[in-house]
């Protein structure tokens, strides 16, 4: 049986954190405060190490990689976006836009697969797609109704379609693709590069910005499809998905409590009523992580990839 939540997590410790380049050319949540390297790199350390404690405290399970200077990944941290793990023994390897994204695969795939101990592991591995140049992002391209088995994907240049259908094929799932649209404070309109950053599917409940879905009826399509699975719809603002109020993960303990894993500035942006929504079935763990989203662009939920 799919499960929507797990307590097992896989979490890299950053090495030379920093701002990256390669994906700062559509990742436009990203900010470049040119702080010397190593302050920015202590700073992420400190908030990632206060994050994984906070989780491990509420009885659950990390599995903590530490991340090494060479070859430089600067977004190891973000470990989401090259796997997924299922609970049918099967982890999905995916295609990434930045080339040097694509050297995580290569420096943590045997220890990920040393830590899951599954004899019966089977690899999908969707890499090749690569070469073409159609990439999927794992579960910062997907959202996962994993009970349901339906995957929301906001198109973008780091989730195409051909990919989105592959994985789908693949894996049994429902495609629901889409296009969403970030309007910034200066006026400008970007196509937002990972579906998380802009909606969650929880176990009882949604998080979405319907508003940067610009297509009316690809609008309807998907809030219809979160209703068809019963899933009460915490509709947030595109001023909030800034914060990164839309790039949160719901997991549960070992004794099975459902928490919900957000940062500071999430949690400051949600309204009262949001907030008393989301812990009416899942208590809230939140942690301020203001250094790892200004230059990564990328929050909480893209740091923590779920172990099934």
């Known amino acids: 049986m799919n499960k929507q939540t797990t307590y097992k997590f896989l979490m890299i410790r950053p090495s030379k954190f920093y701002f990256n380049t390669e994906t700062a050319v559509n990742n436009a949540y990203q900010k470049n405060l040119e702080e010397d390297p190593k302050i920015v790199e202590a700073k992420a350390l ?3 190490d206060n994050l994984a404690k906070k989780i491990k405290d509420s009885g659950m399970e990390i599995n903590i990689i530490q991340d090494t200077p060479i070859p430089y990944t600067p977004d190891s941290i973000f470990p989401n976006n090259w796997f997924s793990s ?15 994204r694509r050297l995580e695969r290569q420096k943590f795939l045997e220890e990920l697969i040393v830590i899951l101990n599954d004899k019966k592991l089977e690899i999908i591995d969707l890499t090749s797609e690569e070469k073409t140049e159609n990439f999927l992002e794992g579960t910062g391209a997907l959202v996962l109704d994993r009970v349901n088995k339906i995957a929301y994907c906001s198109l973008s240049q780091r989730a195409h379609l051909e990919s989105l259908n592959l ?3 693949m894996m049994g799932y429902k495609p629901i693709s889409f296009q969403s649209t970030q309007t910034f404070p200066d006026g400008k309109e970007i196509i937002i590069y990972h579906t998380n950053v802009m909606m969650m599917v929880g176990e009882d409940f949604a998080v979405i910005c319907s508003d940067v879905i610009k297509n009316l009826e690809e609008r309807e399509t998907v809030l219809n499809q979160l209703k068809l699975t019963n899933k009460e719809i915490i509709d947030i603002s595109q001023d909030q998905v800034l914060k990164f109020a839309g790039n949160l993960l719901e997991v549960r303990n070992k004794s099975g409590k459902r928490y919900t894993l957000m940062s500071k500035s999430a949690h400051d942006a949600l309204t009262p009523e949001q907030l008393k929504t989301i812990s009416k079935s899942s208590e809230i763990i939140y942690s301020d992580i203001t250094t790892i989203e200004t230059y990564g662009g990328g929050s909480v939920r893209c740091m923590i990839a779920e172990l099934y």
């Open 86 to 100: 299922h609970s049918d023994d099967k982890v999905v390897i995916y295609p990434m836009f930045a080339p040097n």
């Open 167 to 169: 994985f789908c094929k």
């Open 46 to 48: 400190v908030e990632f």
